[in-house]
C-alpha cells in the first residue's frame, strides 16, 4: 500500500515552517544559512512528490536544477561567512554591518 500524498506534503510544509522560523528569530548567520538549506530541501521534496504521483519526470529535472543551486549556494556562502567571521569575530547578523557607514 503506497504512502498517501498528504504525508510527503504535510512533512515538507513542517520543514518549510521550522526553515523559515529558523531564518526570523535566529541571529546566528550558520542556523540562518542552514535554515534557507532546510526550505529548499522542503521544496525539493514537493517537487519529488508530485512528480512521482504525477508520473511526469519534470518534477525531478527540477530538483537537480534545485540541488545545483543549493550547491552552489552552499559554497559560496559559507565564503561568505567565513570572511565576515575573521573580520568581525562574530557570526551574529545584528553586529555584521559592513553596509552602514
Known sequence: M???IEYYLVLSAFMFITGVAGVLTRRNAIVVFMSIELMLNSAN???VTFSSYLGNPVGQLF???VMTVAAAEAAVGLA???ALFRNKLTMNIDEINILKW
Open 2 to 4: 503506497p504512502i498517501p
Open 80 to 82: 561568505i561567512i567565513i
Open 63 to 65: 530538483v537537480f536544477f
Open 45 to 47: 521534496l514537493t517537487l
